[in-house]
């Protein structure tokens, strides 16, 4: 298999780096690890994403009669590639580009359609995805937030939490409880929530990383009107799982798009490998081996899962195999960076002036969480693609309120 661009796309990359280099000025640029804080450069990103948008550089596998390109995933990756190689920061408004967007142009309304998607593309207004609460990530249809019909709205109670963006967010997909007397995954129904709106409140949480980039939203009786549902009433599940395929596709991407690339460490590992002792050598090459070898198979494997979706293929479960490889590459990579660097990973300064290992040892273990578990990933991979017998679910066809007992 040949991983060199082809003529097209080689072509494609020409036009993006010209077009980055002509807007370079109106574009916000980081150092190389330099934490952004979308909070507190929250109008820069939205202005480099505007600008990138005018300039056709948003929305790339979006259809065109919504805003967007009507390009591949192959081109997508290389938008990508060639916004890391110029120092872009991540899109403010990734969650809304590859999760909510995509949703809203599966389910939507034509007014939903209209309303939203142009805005959402030029980060007019910035998206987030209000799933997870206290009680239910990996097991999200045990959600409790409900939402209870009033005339010509709804009133919905509850708490999301790991809400990416929220802090920032204009609007959000909500996913809600409208009958508890069903089983769980037949009682969801989906909405657009106004982020403004009167009884939505916001609380900033911490990483270990440092940074605050999600939060918990608490809902007291805040009114959404029908018109903003999603979907039939009792249909968000499978509204949920058009967001949850493109949450595999958006985060699993290429696998080692994910932390620190190997290229980086290899350049380390020859500039710090001779002043170690041999015995320290010979385990410092294995630990870089083993996480090449891991770095490099999740990055091919993510090109040729790209290859099928541009042919025409459907993200499939197999797309859970990304991101689980991809996660676990990247710990390897960013473990065997901070050994190899030792004091100085901490510390920031490395060999290339890129600060990014320390940081990168704490903030990959959430990527290993956000958008499904390793083990929950492992379960799928078990259960759709190899066949295994699934898990035995108890309370999969009984009424939510029953507490899944029958
Ligand atoms: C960086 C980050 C960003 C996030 N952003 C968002 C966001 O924007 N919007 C949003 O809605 N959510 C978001 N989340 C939440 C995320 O989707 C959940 O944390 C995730 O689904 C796991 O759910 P949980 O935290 O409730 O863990 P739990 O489901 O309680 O899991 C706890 C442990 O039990 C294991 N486990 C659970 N069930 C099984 C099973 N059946 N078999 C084997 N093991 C199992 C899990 O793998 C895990 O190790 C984010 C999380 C992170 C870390």
């Given at each position: 298999m040949d991983f060199d661009d082809t003529p097209e796309e080689a072509s494609f990359r020409a036009h993006v780096r010209s077009v980055l280099e002509e807007h370079a000025s109106e574009l916000l640029h980081v150092a190389p690890g330099e934490p952004v804080d979308a909070r507190s450069r929250e109008a820069e990103l939205r202005d480099t994403q505007r600008v990138l948008a005018e300039a056709g550089l948003v929305g790339v596998t979006w259809p065109r009669e919504?805003?967007?390109?009507?390009?591949?995933?192959?081109?997508?990756?290389?938008?990508?590639?060639?916004?890391?190689?110029?120092?872009?920061?991540?899109?403010?408004?990734?969650?809304?580009?590859?999760?909510?967007?995509?949703?809203?142009?599966?389910?939507?309304?034509?007014?939903?359609?209209?309303?939203?998607?142009?805005?959402?593309?030029?980060?007019?207004?910035?998206?987030?995805?209000?799933?997870?609460?206290?009680?239910?990530?990996?097991?999200?249809?045990?959600?409790?937030?409900?939402?209870?019909?009033?005339?010509?709205?709804?009133v919905v109670n509850g708490q999301k939490v790991w809400t990416t963006l929220a802090h920032v967010a204009d609007f959000g997909i909500l996913l809600t409880r409208t009958d508890p007397s069903r089983p769980k995954h037949a009682g969801l129904t989906m909405f657009v929530v106004d982020m403004h709106a009167p009884g939505v409140t916001v609380r900033p949480l911490r990483q270990m990383s440092g940074g605050a980039d999600?939060?918990?939203?608490?809902?007291?009786?805040?009114?959404?009107?029908?018109?903003?549902?999603?979907?039939?009433?009792?249909?968000?599940?499978?509204?949920?799982?058009?967001?949850?395929?493109?949450?595999?596709?958006?985060?699993?991407?290429?696998?080692s798009d994910i932390g620190p690339s190997p290229e980086s460490l290899t350049a380390h590992a020859r500039d710090r490998l001779p002043a170690l002792s041999p015995e320290q050598q010979v385990l410092a090459r294995q630990a870089v081996g083993r996480a090449l070898v891991a770095s490099l198979a999740t990055r091919y494997t993510g090109y040729r899962r790209f290859t099928t979706l541009s042919q025409g293929g459907v993200p499939g479960p197999e797309a859970s195999a990304?991101?689980?490889?991809?996660?676990?590459?990247?710990?390897?990579?960013?473990?065997?960076?901070?050994?190899?660097?030792?004091?100085?990973?901490?510390?920031?300064?490395?060999?290339?002036?890129?600060?990014?290992w320390q940081r990168a040892q704490a903030y990959v273990p959430g990527i290993a969480i956000a958008g499904g578990t390793d083990q929950v990933l492992r379960n799928i991979l078990g259960e759709r693609v190899l066949g295994l017998p699934p898990e035995p679910r108890t309370d999969k066809s009984a009424p939510f309120s029953s507490g899944g007992r029958r």
């Amino acid at each position: 298999m040949d991983f060199d661009d082809t003529p097209e796309e080689a072509s494609f990359r020409a036009h993006v780096r010209s077009v980055l280099e002509e807007h370079a000025s109106e574009l916000l640029h980081v150092a190389p690890g330099e934490p952004v804080d979308a909070r507190s450069r929250e109008a820069e990103l939205r202005d480099t994403q505007r600008v990138l948008a005018e300039a056709g550089l948003v929305g790339v596998t979006w259809p065109r009669e919504y805003g967007g390109q009507g390009g591949t995933l192959v081109q997508q990756a290389i938008v990508g590639q060639e916004l890391g190689r110029a120092r872009v920061p991540t899109l403010i408004n990734h969650i809304g580009i590859g999760m909510c967007g995509p949703t809203v142009i599966a389910h939507g309304s034509d007014d939903q359609r209209s309303r939203y998607l142009a805005r959402l593309l030029r980060a007019d207004d910035v998206w987030c995805q209000l799933f997870s609460e206290p009680g239910s990530g990996s097991d999200l249809a045990a959600l409790r937030t409900s939402a209870v019909r009033d005339g010509e709205d709804w009133v919905v109670n509850g708490q999301k939490v790991w809400t990416t963006l929220a802090h920032v967010a204009d609007f959000g997909i909500l996913l809600t409880r409208t009958d508890p007397s069903r089983p769980k995954h037949a009682g969801l129904t989906m909405f657009v929530v106004d982020m403004h709106a009167p009884g939505v409140t916001v609380r900033p949480l911490r990483q270990m990383s440092g940074g605050a980039d999600f939060n918990e939203v608490f809902f007291d009786d805040v009114r959404i009107p029908d018109s903003e549902r999603l979907g039939e009433p009792g249909e968000g599940w499978r509204v949920a799982l058009t967001t949850l395929m493109n949450e595999r596709v958006a985060i699993g991407g290429a696998g080692s798009d994910i932390g620190p690339s190997p290229e980086s460490l290899t350049a380390h590992a020859r500039d710090r490998l001779p002043a170690l002792s041999p015995e320290q050598q010979v385990l410092a090459r294995q630990a870089v081996g083993r996480a090449l070898v891991a770095s490099l198979a999740t990055r091919y494997t993510g090109y040729r899962r790209f290859t099928t979706l541009s042919q025409g293929g459907v993200p499939g479960p197999e797309a859970s195999a990304g991101k689980l490889g991809g996660t676990a590459a990247a710990r390897l990579v960013t473990d065997a960076g901070v050994r190899l660097l030792g004091d100085e990973a901490v510390l920031g300064a490395t060999a290339d002036g890129d600060d990014t290992w320390q940081r990168a040892q704490a903030y990959v273990p959430g990527i290993a969480i956000a958008g499904g578990t390793d083990q929950v990933l492992r379960n799928i991979l078990g259960e759709r693609v190899l066949g295994l017998p699934p898990e035995p679910r108890t309370d999969k066809s009984a009424p939510f309120s029953s507490g899944g007992r029958r």
